[in-house]
Every structure is written in C-alpha cells, then in structure tokens.
C-alpha cells in the first residue's frame, strides 16, 4: 500500500491535472483515484466490482485500446521492470463515479480527498464554461468587426472621392476660332 499521505498536501490543481476528457466527460483514471485516495488500484477496482450496482455507465466506464494507446501516448515515460504495466484496461471515473468511489472504500482518508476531487471538477468545469462564453464573444466582436470594416472601408473611399478634385475639364477658348474641336 502506498505511504499514507495527509490530505491538506494534495492541491488543487495537482488533482485538476490528472482530469481528463475521454468521450466526451470529465474523467479520472482508477490508478490516479486510488492513489489519491490512498489505496492501490487494485483495491479500488475490488470495491468498485462489489459495488458494480453504484456505479452505472454515466459513473463509470472501461477505456478501449485505442483510448488508452491515445492517453498514452501523452505520457513521455513509462515505468521499467517486470510488472510495471497493466494487464487489463483501466477503468475511469467521472465526477459522480469519483464521489461513489469515496463512500465504497468507506475511510475517512478518501472522504477528505473526495471534496478535493470534487473542488478540481467544478473547478474545470467553470474554466470550459468561462473559455466558452469568452470565445462566443469574440466571434460575436468578429462578425460586428466584419460589417464595421466593410463600412469604415466604404466611408474611406468615399472620403477619398470627395478630397480628389475631378479633373478639369478641357475647355473651348473664348472668341472665334476658325479651327474645330476634334
């Protein structure tokens, strides 16, 4: 079991860094939960398959191979020796999944780090919505940009046109002339 860890030293962006979107959800990764929470892995998943009726589909799911070769993928270093790597793929846990894990390993420890795990969603979640209202706006700014420089191009020319005086005209010279305009 890994050395018991106090849980006013996890912050709170160590926790937002191990979130990641998988389909489309904000998930957790059952090694990074049970390291959090203080357990192995192996543990974790016990708890959960006795419990396998807390946790449906929107709680929790198994990656494929090719979410879990993409995932990693973004790692730049894996762990050498026998036994380092997992024979089965990882399970991974949305935020509801996370705070279902918490009561099923049932330890005052995991209790703790649920809030933190929690905090780390809501967290990510008003980042994402925050991104989205600031990049709805600037696409608003865009378009209103795109008619106001049509406009403001317009305007220049016509304030162009009106400081070019127009060409004189060549004129006919006064009195008789026996020559014609040809």
Excluded: C
Excluded at 122 to 146: D, G, H, I, P, Y
């Amino acid at each position: 079991m890994p050395k018991e860890k106090k849980a006013s030293i996890v912050s709170l962006e160590h926790v937002v860094s191990r979130i990641f979107l998988i389909r489309g959800q904000k998930v957790m990764l059952d090694a990074d939960l049970a390291d959090l929470y203080g357990v192995t892995t192996k543990r974790l998943n016990e708890q959960v398959k006795r419990n396998i009726d807390r946790f449906p589909s929107d709680f929790m799911f198994q990656m494929n191979v090719k979410e879990h070769d993409s995932l990693r993928s973004q790692f730049a270093t894996l762990k050498h020796g026998r036994g380092q790597h997992r024979k089965y793929l990882p399970y991974v846990f949305t935020e509801h999944g996370a705070i279902m894990a918490a009561s099923v390993l049932d330890s005052e420890r995991a209790v703790q780090i649920s809030i933190y795990v929690v905090r780390a969603f809501v967290q990510l979640r008003e980042m994402l919505s925050s991104n989205k209202a600031l990049a709805r706006k600037l696409n608003e700014l865009e378009r209103k940009l795109t008619t106001h420089d049509h406009a403001i191009t317009e305007l220049i020319e016509a304030i162009h046109q009106i400081m070019t005086p127009p060409e004189p005209k060549k004129k006919r010279p006064i009195g008789f002339a026996p020559w014609s305009d040809k």
